[in-house]
């Protein structure tokens, strides 16, 4: 067959999709800020990418002059550490390639001569404490592995992922998974800490009653960004470093066992310990960091099920605990403002969204359909077909009589309803591409 690179007139393209994840014990610092190799291992869980997902398309063409990339339609620059990794990493395993029916060949060493096209789209907000980053490198590096064919497996790859943001790694499996942070003595320029990479605990299937629902307080950008703030904590705040040796390995076990034996009552303790730790180290860092604000907290208030460092919760949450006599929601914050609730089963949560819409309702000219996203299915649940029922939602039976049923309206942007999801996969329809087949750019 004659080679594909003879022309100018083909394109070759792939189009995946790749979901975010929560971490429930989390990631914050670095011990190597180059190859993105953390100072304590994390487990996550991976979020429904029918809710939840970066898709991206990648294309290479002889007619290409220069790598180029779009972001939700918008063109960013490629010339950052970050992205340059993954590229340098993902070429250097390429492989040769063949598509009979286009009639290209392409050589294993050719792929350096090659120029890529990059289209990347979320369907959440950027930046702004969901985990895009995450998700978005974790479909660049699959993409990628497929266009040139990577034979590595999904393991080595999240390693490469890693690179570009150490919480893609976890992206690249389903259900629940486990960043090793890899043994620190392993560190040279003959290992590169490829030690450091994602498990999979458990695949989403495994523990499928959970439902996750997500309060995006905010979907601004982040004022101080994980990078940032990794970096000022690591460098003051002694917190960080007594969690990481003394705290975290304890919690990795435990919420490993909680995960096999789907034990939701450590599960939720675990979640909310972790992270109440988390933001403690947030503010034990100087300057000190805020990624939570006032309606952040008035979630905490109903949502996390143990006595907190949050003073607003107590009193609520023994009320709480005592009134069910077990967790019912376990929370977590990651990097921003926003909440995640988990909750054990489907009954639970229409309980949950029933207290989300009693006290965080959307403004009078919300519809409540772009409020609730992802499963709408949970209105219909729990009797909410319209804003009359929102509006006539009792105090939940725990609280009456005891705390003012104060309402916060307008302080969510809106809910997000999903679950444990799969992880990353290839589109094999050309309509659900991103950039135009015949021209490599953006639709």
């Not at 995450?134 to 479909?139: P, Q, Y």
């Not at 320029?189 to 498990?199: C, E, F, M, Q, Y």
């Not at 990097?335 to 909750?343: E, Q, W, Y």
């Amino acid at each position: 067959m004659e080679g594909g690179l003879n022309k100018k007139d083909w394109i070759l393209m792939v189009t995946a999709q790749s979901p975010t994840n929560i971490a429930v014990i989390k990631y914050w610092g670095k011990r190597d800020e180059t190859l993105i190799l953390p100072i304590n291992d994390s487990i996550s869980v991976t979020l429904d990418p029918n809710h939840l997902c970066t898709t991206t398309t990648v294309a290479v063409s002889p007619s290409f002059d220069s790598d180029q990339m779009w972001l939700n339609g918008k063109e960013i620059s490629l010339s950052g550490s970050r992205y340059q990794s993954c590229l340098r990493e993902i070429r250097s395993r390429a492989n040769d390639v063949e598509d009979e029916e286009k009639g290209i060949f392409i050589k294993k060493e050719d792929w350096e001569n090659l120029h890529l096209h990059i289209a990347s789209f979320n369907n959440f907000p950027t930046a702004a404490g969901l985990a895009s980053s995450a998700a978005g490198f974790a479909c660049l590096v699959y993409s990628l592995a497929k266009l040139m064919n990577v034979k590595e497996e999904q393991g080595k790859l999240s390693a490469i992922a890693r690179q570009g943001s150490g919480s893609a790694c976890r992206s690249l499996f389903g259900g629940f998974v486990k960043w090793a942070m890899g043994n620190v003595r392993l560190i040279s320029k003959d290992t590169n800490g490829s030690d450091s990479i994602a498990v999979q605990l458990a695949n989403e299937m495994h523990w499928d009653d959970l439902v996750i629902i997500i309060a995006v307080v905010s979907s601004r950008q982040k004022e101080t960004s994980s990078t940032t703030g990794m970096r000022e904590s690591v460098e003051t705040s002694p917190l960080l470093h007594y969690r990481s040796k003394e705290v975290v390995p304890k919690r990795i076990l435990q919420m490993e066992e909680a995960i096999k034996t789907r034990d939701f009552t450590s599960f939720a303790s675990l979640a909310c310990a972790d992270s109440n730790q988390f933001h403690a180290v947030c503010l034990d860092t100087s300057p000190p960091i805020f990624y939570m604000n006032d309606t952040s907290h008035r979630q905490v208030l109903f949502s996390c099920l143990q006595d907190g460092s949050q003073l607003l919760i107590i009193n609520y949450m023994e009320k709480w605990n005592r009134f069910e006599a077990m967790p019912q929601v376990a929370y977590t914050f990651d990097a921003g403002p926003n909440a995640v609730l988990i909750a054990p089963n489907r009954k639970v949560a229409t309980l949950l969204i029933q207290r989300l819409l009693f006290y965080f309702p959307p403004s009078s000219d919300t519809e409540l359909s772009s409020f609730v996203l992802g499963d709408k299915s949970i209105l219909k649940d729990a009797g909410i077909g319209s804003m009359k029922d929102v509006e006539v939602l009792p105090p939940p039976a725990e609280i009456k009589d005891n705390i003012p049923s104060q309402k916060f309206r307008g302080d969510v942007s809106y809910f997000i309803c999903t679950r444990p999801g799969k992880g990353p996969t290839l589109f094999a329809d050309e309509s659900q591409t991103l950039l135009d087949t015949k021209t490599g750019l953006p639709k």
